[in-house]
């Protein structure tokens, strides 16, 4: 594949968008062996960088950023729209599409941020299925997951007419596949975390901004760690730490931790014995109040009642 050719189609990250009919029914192995080819001479060349739906994962966001030497607010608002990812109600972001419906970094040579490119786009038309396979429901400890890869045949894409050869662990080598996959496992497995929650939990608003932060602004992210009281409530290892302050691939993956522990209560980051006693002092010293207002209620209506009592009887009297 060349440089300057263009890999990509109707799919987002999380699956395909477009007719099911396009994926081929074979289910493929990192060896099993597939004919394409993707370059400028190929007839429906950039045909498929246009009415597509592109879902940016946070590593995505930084490597485009770099390429276009561009801050994330900036670089948000001119390229991309918001979008609830995938069956979820985590806020996240997609390429935003120009008025002809075509990719913004597309041109009649190719992919403008060819190096840069997004994950969606490496794949095709390869994707890449987890499956969770379940024997036997009543024994879920042989419960495993599968992973295995499927190809995608669209009418438009002239790529499979031509004769060249890969194995599916050749063209993801040849595309940058496994670092993207790297890079984005920690990330997604939150996202797919949250998928199995299914709609009835919800995450409150306050915990969607995190997200949507964390996962598209690090430069913001970085200032939430060190210029807020985070550092006072969660341990971090000062080796850590430095390596956050500089590096963005760092900071980065540790924003995924500090998602999985502050989203759905892993371990992945220990808050400060200190801070919680701080918190239970707190919960103890509401819940006395709480016994204090209850009591004096419970007087009240007490007193309440005995007056009521004797007013009944003090009538009866008279009667
Ligand atoms: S061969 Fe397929 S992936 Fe390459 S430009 Fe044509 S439609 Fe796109
Ligand atoms: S980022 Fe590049 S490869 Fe992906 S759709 Fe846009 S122009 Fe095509």
Redesign the pocket.
Known sequence: MTENA???STKNLFGIETNPSHVMPAKLSLDSRFKFRCYPGVGCF?AC?GN?N?TLTPFDILRLRRHLNMAAPEFLHQYTVPQYLEKTDMPGVK?KLNEQGR?P??TPDG????PS??TT?RYYPVGMANFHERPDDEKTEDARDEQFFFLVKEPHCKGHEEAKEWSIREWREDQGVDICDEMNRDWMALVMRRKSFGIQATLSEKAQRMFFMASTDLDQFRRFVLESSFLDTYEVDPEELERIREDDVALMKFSFRYLASSLFGTNDLTIKQEKIKVKAAEIKKKQAEAEKNADSTYEELKALRDNMLAELSGKQKKR
């Open positions: 263009a890999p990509k950039t960088c597509i592109i390429i990719c970094f597309v992919c403008t941020v060819y490119r997004p786009c």
